[in-house]
């Protein structure tokens, strides 16, 4: 991340004369990132201070919404080097976890990292859950935080005189590591579950991206999970194909995605059957519960916000998604991020069309196209041919394949032999996930009691050459919908027949490939 980058760049030079950084400016700027990313933004940030007792190394202070981050411990960070900010990202986690607990903040009583607080009943678990949050919080917001934790400790035990000195109320330091190690391991498959579930949602399997955000919000609760699980049940509802509503392209937003759905599900005069039209109503219900609920997390989320009016366009309640973007001063897109602006842009556009303003329609779906990544392009424009009439309905016949140098780099991808493996359950759901990695490639296997249910292996790409998605539209036409799920960074393209993924940039760089297994 930029922000990191700068931020590195000042951290390491503090106190050499060549920049005017200081310890609470860079920990601030470090606790901000942590907070935008916590996404708890309706919540208030805690003040950071300063201190020189060098007691705690860090401690929350419920009473006062403060974290105290001691001198000598931003000094350990530091001499971390090039992972300095990421082992004062995990400290300033840790205790901006505090602030989020319900526990900490009835008992009114201070944390300290490294003592564990005798006036909780259950401190290690108030403890782990905090250290797990604080290492996940710490990945969204672009923190690398692999081996740093076990490189850290040791030194805070060294420079608090606690090696080889137990006291009560401080775990000794073999204690603390096998702590750290467990907590890391739990935070690494959360972090996997979390970006996994996005493939699962490419390759439509909405029940097991759900049961993925589930697991996370055991541990964290931000608004992007309750975005995610918004997103699952407004597509799982896109199942039930509606042509008045669902012949437009969605802008629907995950955190951190922008999917996109089917176009097209029937031929012809397609009408939902009352059952059918009641369970599509219930699921976009469920959708705008959690668009609603991330907004309460953070009013200012916009991939929300933008997820919301889909919903209500979806529902067939376009004036009142007009209504509510008015309310919400979304009308004018001045101001917001590009990719944002543009899928405001197409979510509008659908609301105009279907309120019967094909004016307004029109230049919505036109300001959708300038200056964005080819995705958002291509999906307005095939709105705008909708809104002429000039779409016809249809499903393709033909597969779409990959070119043939992608195939058979595709092809070499295998998973490995995961039975041996332990299970991790997912959270209530009775599904269990294994998973491996084996140097560029993460291989993971979902079942229940009756066995596995769909496998994936992930290659981080570095050998095939760009891609080019405007060169495959033309060619494929508009077939290449059903297999395109665009991002703001970029997008995932799917063979059907085959179930490769390519993951790649707005730049055509292919970033990773992925296999999937259904069995």
Do not use: W
């Not at 009583?109 to 949050?133: C, G, M, W």
């Not at 376009?318 to 919400?328: C, G, R």
């Not at 179930?499 to 707005?506: A, Q, R, W």
């Amino acid at each position: 991340m930029m922000l990191g980058g700068v931020l590195m760049l000042c951290f390491l030079q503090q106190g050499m004369g060549n920049a005017p950084s200081t310890p609470e400016s860079v920990a601030g700027k470090v606790l901000s990132q942590l907070f935008e990313a916590s996404g708890r933004l309706n919540s208030k940030q805690p003040v950071l201070k300063i201190t020189r007792e060098n007691k705690r190394v860090a401690a929350y202070f419920p009473k006062n919404n403060s974290i105290v981050l001691d001198l000598k411990a931003y000094e350990v960070c530091r001499s971390l080097g090039k992972d300095s900010l990421n082992a004062l990202a995990f400290i300033l986690g840790h205790e901006l976890a505090h602030a989020f607990q319900t526990e900490v903040r009835l008992a009114g009583k201070s944390t300290n990292f490294l003592s564990y607080d005798q006036h909780y009943s259950s401190p290690t678990r108030v403890e782990k859950v905090a250290d797990i949050q604080g290492i996940f919080t710490a990945y969204l917001a672009g923190f690398k935080l692999e081996n740093v934790v076990q490189q850290m400790l040791p030194k805070l035990y060294d420079a608090y005189n606690l090696t080889d000195k137990p006291l009560p109320g401080y775990p000794v330091l073999s204690e603390r590591m096998e702590s750290a190690r467990e907590v890391q391991a739990i935070a690494d498959t959360l972090i996997e579950v979390f970006e996994i579930a996005n493939y699962l949602i490419v390759a439509e399997k909405y029940e097991l991206a759900g049961a993925c955000y589930e697991h996370v919000m055991k541990y964290y609760q931000g608004r992007e999970i309750h975005n995610n699980l918004g997103v699952m049940y407004l597509l799982a509802a896109m199942d039930y194909y509606l042509p008045a509503t669902d012949r437009f392209v969605y802008p629907v937003e995950l955190d951190a995605s922008t999917q996109l759905k089917k176009i097209e599900k029937a031929r012809g005069g397609y009408e939902l059957s009352p059952q059918d039209r009641f369970i599509r109503s219930r699921l976009l219900e469920k959708a705008l519960e959690h668009f609603r609920q991330a907004m309460r997390l953070d009013k200012n989320y916009l991939p929300a916000k933008i997820n919301l009016i889909c919903a209500l366009n979806l529902l067939e309640k376009p004036q009142e998604a007009l209504d509510y973007a008015k309310e919400n001063k979304l009308l004018a897109g001045a101001g917001k991020k590009q990719t944002h602006a543009a899928n405001l842009s197409l979510a509008l556009g659908i609301s105009y069309a279907l309120s019967g303003d094909r004016l307004l329609a029109h230049a919505e779906f036109a300001a959708a196209q300038t200056n964005v990544p080819q995705a958002t392009k291509i999906q307005a424009q095939y709105n705008l041919d909708v809104l002429n009439e000039r779409q016809l309905m249809f499903l393709p016949h033909n597969f779409f394949e990959f070119p043939e140098q992608f195939q058979v780099q595709m092809q070499a991808i295998s998973l490995p032999r995961m039975s041996q493996l332990t299970p991790v359950r997912i959270a209530e759901t009775g599904l269990f996930l294994r998973m491996t990695r084996q140097g560029n490639t993460a291989s993971f296997s979902f079942g229940d009691h009756t066995g596995n249910l769909v496998s994936l292996a992930r290659f981080q790409n570095k050998m095939a050459p760009r891609l080019d998605l405007m060169e495959l539209s033309t060619t494929l036409d508009k077939i290449f919908f059903y297999n395109l799920v665009s991002t703001p960074d970029g997008f995932y393209l799917k063979s059907k027949k085959a179930e490769f993924v390519l993951k790649v940039s707005n730049r055509g760089e292919v970033l990773e490939m992925a296999r999937l297994y259904f069995h």
